[in-house]
């Protein structure tokens, strides 16, 4: 089990940037993956950007060429670079961590931190 605390939300305008951080409690070099996902009101929560151990990266296809996320693993730190923001990016943002053992998924989650983008 891993701690995960999200940081780096607020207000923005439609165009600016924003990074999240999201530090863990221990080290992230054993976790197979890390990721953010955000949750609109009204709305499912989504996956927007995951990087494995290997660094290998996925995003969803609205935030592609917009966001980019990377990792420290000597900081146990995730980031998410947001650019070109969107009305349609506000949400509550949470990182997660995901942790294979054999057959078993665990995942662990952050409290989240609240991205709004006006117009």
């Known amino acids: 089990q891993v701690q995960l605390v999200e940081s780096g939300g607020g207000l923005v305008q439609a165009g600016g940037s924003l990074r999240l951080s999201c530090a863990a409690s221990?080290?992230?070099?054993?976790?197979?993956?890390m990721g953010w996902y955000r949750q609109a009101p009204g709305k499912q929560r989504e996956l927007v950007a995951s990087?494995?151990?290997?660094?290998?990266?996925n995003y969803a296809d609205s935030v592609k060429g917009r966001f980019t996320i990377s990792r420290d693993d000597a900081k146990n730190t995730v980031y998410l670079q947001m650019n070109s923001l969107e009305p349609e990016d506000t949400a509550v943002y949470y990182c997660?961590?995901?942790?294979?053992?054999?057959?078993?998924?665990?995942?662990?989650w952050g409290q989240g931190t609240q991205v709004t983008v006006s117009s």
């Open positions: 990087i494995t151990s290997g660094s290998r990266t």
């Open positions: 997660n961590a995901r942790t294979l053992w054999g057959n078993e998924v665990y995942d662990d």
């Open positions: 221990r080290s992230i070099f054993t976790i197979n993956a």
